[in-house]
């Protein structure tokens, strides 16, 4: 027989429990452990708000869009990626414990990296608002920021629950097994860049060091 627990004994105790809704926390040190107290009836009124919702979500997604594209339209592109590349250079180079390269990067420093790489999209596809801006300036820059911070937010949070709650009411009988691979599959094209992180490629990192060379740091 296995040994059996003494009664009156008590488990460890959290450092901290905390709730939001129906969710509920504890903390144990680093490690957090969660449990969704939702009911079904609760569930299926979730899906009906999720559901209800997904047609504004792709509303203000367009409209983000259309905005990004305006900004774009009648700012020089040169000078629009260089200031996208060395703010994101930056920040790289800045993290000196590599904290925004992996698992603990943070939302600023994904949309540091989108803008590089979406903006440059938005100049292929927009046809260009002359003559241009001479120069990016910080409200021009603060504004694409935030337009593009929220986009992405929206592509990655509420637009996939939503379409998906929006499909099961459209389809009672929806494959959820191609649904879950088609959200991952989105995620991943709106979240994967590459091979490797920045920091593991060979131009990166010359580049680094030529501009550390520049700066007389290199042999500090």
């Excluded at 060395?86 to 920040?91: H, L, P």
Aim: proline share 5%.
């Amino acid at each position: 027989m296995g040994r059996k627990r003494k009664s009156g004994r008590r488990g460890t105790q959290p450092d901290e429990m905390f709730s939001a809704g129906p969710f509920e926390f504890a903390r144990f040190g680093r490690l957090v452990l969660g449990r969704n107290n939702m009911t079904v009836a609760d569930h299926a009124k979730v899906q009906e708000k999720m559901a209800a919702r997904f047609p504004a979500v792709t509303l203000e997604i367009q409209i983000l869009v259309d905005r990004i594209s305006n900004r774009v339209a009648g700012l020089p592109p040169a000078k629009l990626l260089q200031r996208a590349w060395w703010g994101f250079a930056t920040r790289q180079m800045m993290d000196i414990e590599g904290s925004g390269t992996g698992a603990n990067a943070t939302e600023d420093d994904a949309t540091a990296l989108r803008l590089v790489d979406y903006v440059q999209s938005v100049i292929a596809a927009t046809p260009p608002r002359l003559p241009y801006a001479e120069e990016v300036n910080d409200d021009d820059w603060a504004a694409l920021s935030s337009d593009v911070g929220k986009l992405f937010r929206f592509l990655v949070h509420e637009y996939p629950v939503t379409r998906t709650a929006f499909r099961r009411k459209e389809d009672p009988n929806l494959d959820m097994e191609l649904e879950a691979f088609q959200v991952r599959a989105e995620l991943l094209w709106v979240n994967v860049r590459g091979h490797r992180y920045q920091t593991q490629e060979r131009q990166a990192l010359a580049e680094v060091v030529m501009n550390l060379d520049l700066c007389g740091l290199a042999h500090v």
